[in-house]
C-alpha cells in the first residue's frame, strides 16, 4: 500500500501579491469567522480583508517580503524525507496559501496513495488551526473522490522529543548568560474567549504545555528568574484570552526577558515580525534591557526527529 506523511500548517503569503488571498482565505473559514451564514462571512471576509490588506503587506515587506513559513517547512519536508528514506512519500498542505489541499490532494491520488498520516504543525488542539487543516483535507479528498484512509493526530505538546526541542531553542536564546536573571515569558496565540468558553480545548493545553516546560527546565537546571504565559495577536474588540504579552511586559520588574512562541513551530509574521520587531519596540520603550526571542523549532534535528516518533506510533 503506497502511503504518505502530509504536514499540515496555515500557510503564510509567498510573495507580497499573495496577502490579499491569504487574508481572504483566512477569514472566509468557518472556524475564524463563525457566523451561520456564509454569505455574511464572505461579507465580514471582504471589509477585513480590504481594510487589513495594505497594513499587511507592509509587514511583510518588513520580513523580506513574504512569510518565511512556506521556505522553512519546505526546508522540513526535505530533512524528514532524507531521515525517513524511500519507504514513504513526504509532503505538506498549507490552509490558506498554495500549497493548498486540493492540489496536493490531486497529485497524491494520481499518484497512486492509499493511505496518509496526517500532522497538524500545531503543538496544541484548537477548533481553529488543528481541526480547520483536517476538515479542509477532508473535504478535499472527499470533492476529488479520493477514497484514502486518514490517520491524524490531534496534538502533540506532551511529545518528550518536541519538548527537548524547545528547550534547545531557550538554550540557544540564553547563550552564556544566567537563566536566573532572566524572565521567561511563554506566548501564545491568543484566541477569543467565546471560543474557549464553547468547549475549545486550547487554552488547558496551552497551560499544561507551560507547566511541563517549567518542570522540564527545573530538571534540566534552567532556573528562570520568573515563568510567566501570555497572549498575543488579538484581533478586533472583543474579549480574548488574558493576559496579552503588552500587559506582562509592562507588570514585569525585571528588565530582561527571553520570550518563547510556544504556540508555533514555524517562524512566519507573528514571531519575526509582531515579537521580534513589534513587541521589541515596546519593551524597548519602556526600558528593557535585554529582549529576546526564541527561535521556532522550524528544521531542527530533534523536531524532525519528533515528526517520525509521531509517525512511527500512527502506524
Known amino acids: 500500500m503506497k502511503e504518505a506523511i502530509i504536514l499540515l500548517n496555515m500557510g503564510g503569503p509567498n510573495n507580497l501579491q499573495e496577502v490579499e488571498i491569504f487574508l481572504h482565505n483566512m477569514f472566509n473559514d468557518p472556524y475564524i ?7 455574511l462571512r464572505r461579507f465580514i471576509a471582504g471589509i477585513i480583508t480590504l481594510s487589513r490588506a495594505e497594513k499587511s503587506q507592509e509587514i511583510y515587506r518588513r520580513i523580506g517580503g513574504k512569510s518565511p513559513l512556506v521556505s522553512l517547512t519546505q526546508s522540513l519536508v526535505h530533512k524528514l524525507k532524507t531521515a525517513i528514506g524511500n519507504e514513504i512519500i513526504v509532503d505538506f498542505i498549507m490552509r490558506y496559501t498554495p500549497p493548498m489541499a486540493n492540489e496536493v490532494c490531486t497529485r497524491l491520488k494520481d499518484q497512486g496513495v492509499e493511505k496518509v498520516y496526517l500532522i497538524p504543525l500545531y503543538p496544541q488542539y484548537s477548533s481553529t488551526t488543528t481541526q480547520s487543516s483536517l476538515d ?28 527537548r526541542c524547545l528547550l534547545e531553542r531557550v538554550k540557544e536564546a540564553l547563550g552564556s548568560d544566567e537563566a ?18 464553547q468547549g475549545d480545548p486550547y487554552q488547558r493545553q496551552v497551560i499544561a504545555h ?15 528568574n520568573r515563568v510567566h504565559l501570555a497572549y498575543q495577536s488579538k ?16 507588570t514585569l520588574k525585571n528588565k530582561r526577558v527571553i520570550i518563547v512562541p ?12 509582531e515579537l521580534s520587531i513589534e513587541y521589541a519596540e515596546i519593551a524597548h520603550e ?10 521556532c523549532p522550524n528544521d531542527h534535528s530533534l523536531f524532525v526527529q519528533t515528526l517520525i516518533e509521531l509517525y512511527d506510533k500512527m502506524k
Do not use: C
Open 33 to 39: 469567522i463563525r457566523t451561520k451564514s456564509s454569505l
Open 136 to 163: 479542509d483535507f477532508e473535504q478535499s479528498a472527499h470533492k476529488i473522490g479520493w477514497d484514502v484512509i486518514t490517520v491524524e493526530i490531534k496534538h502533540f505538546f506532551m511529545h518528550e522529543t518536541y519538548n
Open 262 to 273: 510556544i504556540a508555533f513551530t514555524i517562524d512566519n509574521s507573528e514571531t519575526d515580525f
Open 180 to 197: 536566573g536573571s532572566f524572565d521567561i515569558i511563554f506566548s501564545a496565540h491568543g484566541l477569543p474567549q467565546n471560543i474557549v468558553d
Open 210 to 224: 507551560v507547566a511541563l516546560l517549567e518542570n522540564m527546565m527545573k530538571n534540566s537546571w534552567i532556573d528562570f
Open 286 to 295: 519602556l526600558g528593557f534591557e535585554e529582549y529576546r526571542v526564541t527561535r
Open 235 to 250: 484581533v478586533g474588540p472583543m474579549k480574548w484570552l488574558e493576559p496579552s504579552l503588552e500587559t506582562t511586559l509592562n
